[in-house]
């Protein structure tokens, strides 16, 4: 059992889930008004017989919840977002915005990481795609990890980050700092909200400006999202490459264009097709995750980003990826394997150099 993430006065408030709070094999608390609560559990959500006393109560217990992260809760509060001593994330959300609330979710902290080792032991990716991407960490290619909601993209992001050496300067840049990575010279930043009077804001933006300023040797965003793509993509194009970032998508090329898309929000006047080659150019392999129906995660493709083709769009290979067989009728788990699809990357002859043992079927 995990230490308490919360204050024992806040933990009594807290009652009808306490035992969540402290069970580790729990990652997430969803809370939908005083009658509905949920969890995640082995990936996969399961909806309790857990409620509140009523409606009262659950604002109490939010309340007690915000004065202990430092928030002050006013009849113009309509939400929290805070981060718990422990790392563990809480966000409410009060009416009118809840309609049906309020509302509140927390998301645990692991104490216990997973390595890449595990990961390929629960199948969610095997030992030739992991010697490839320790090849392309090490070759200093730009990396995007792409998927949607609690695929595990944070996760991934920060297991590769472990491939980079040990002698290299790495500067991460976050909304909340969930990154751990287990290297000596690592400088975090952490973005700022505003104050009440709208002053004081930090943004993603703003630090990446700052950090192209602190000799990085890589630069890794935790996730991308808006205007600040632009200047990532700039920064991976003059010099500063082996950088990676996470973002929401459903494909490869789907990366690609919501990397596009975002990019254009940053306010710069740019053609599009200047943006498409600056994320085309930039980008070298996108890694897409999955959350699958079971509720594990897999590496459902790595994918080479190519230079646009003749009508300006993109263009991208798959090196590897999976292909599922069916459902186990015994486990309910989805049965597949991952595939090499015989394309070798264009980058193929720098990943030779670089000394790293890389898959038999790729060198041959």
């Known amino acids: 059992m995990s230490k308490p993430i919360f204050s024992e006065t806040v933990l009594q408030f807290m009652a009808p889930i ?23 559990k082995g990936g996969k959500l399961h909806k309790t017989d857990r409620r509140f006393h009523n409606e009262a109560a659950l604002i109490a217990a939010m309340r007690n919840v915000g004065q202990f992260t430092g928030r002050q809760i006013t009849p113009l509060t309509h939400q929290i977002d805070a981060r718990l001593p422990d790392q563990s994330r809480v966000q409410i959300l009060f009416k009118p915005c809840a309609n049906t609330g309020p509302y509140m979710a927390i998301r645990k902290f692991l104490n216990k990481l997973l ?42 992001l920060n297991l590769i980050s472990g491939f980079i050496d040990d ?63 632009l200047d990532m993509l700039q920064a991976m194009n003059t010099g500063h490459s082996g950088s990676m970032t996470t973002l ?7 990366a690609l264009s919501r990397m596009e898309t975002m990019a254009l929000m940053s306010g710069v006047d740019m053609p599009l097709v200047a943006v498409r080659s600056q994320v085309a150019s930039a980008i070298s392999m996108v890694i897409q995750i999955s959350r699958m129906g079971d509720g594990s995660r897999k590496v459902i493709d790595i994918a080479e980003v190519l230079d646009l083709d003749a009508d300006g769009n993109y263009q991208t290979r798959s090196i590897y990826n999976y292909k599922a067989h069916g459902r186990n009728e015994e486990s309910g788990k989805i049965e597949g394997e991952h595939l090499y699809t015989g394309y ?6 720098d990943l030779e150099l670089s000394g790293f043992e890389l898959p038999e079927k790729m060198a041959s």
């Open 248 to 254: 929401h998508a459903n494909s490869a090329k789907d």
């Open 115 to 156: 390595s890449l080792e595990d990961l390929i032991t629960y199948g969610s990716l095997n030992h030739d795609m992991y010697k490839l991407i320790r090849s392309c960490v090490g070759v200093h290619k730009n990396i995007v990890v792409s998927g949607g909601t609690s695929s595990g993209k944070t996760t991934f």
């Open 18 to 40: 306490r035992d969540y709070l402290e069970d580790d094999a729990i990652s997430e608390i969803m809370i939908n008004g005083h009658e509905n609560i949920y969890i995640e």
């Open 344 to 349: 070798q990357p264009s980058f193929m002859h």
């Open 167 to 229: 002698q290299e300067r790495i500067i991460t840049i976050e909304d909340v700092c969930e990154l751990q990575i287990g290297k000596d010279h690592v400088v975090t930043m952490e973005t700022r909200k505003p104050d009440p009077h709208g002053r004081g804001e930090v943004t993603i933006r703003d630090l990446l400006v700052i950090s192209l300023r602190m000799r990085p040797d890589r630069i890794i965003i935790g996730e991308c999202r808006a205007g600040e793509t």
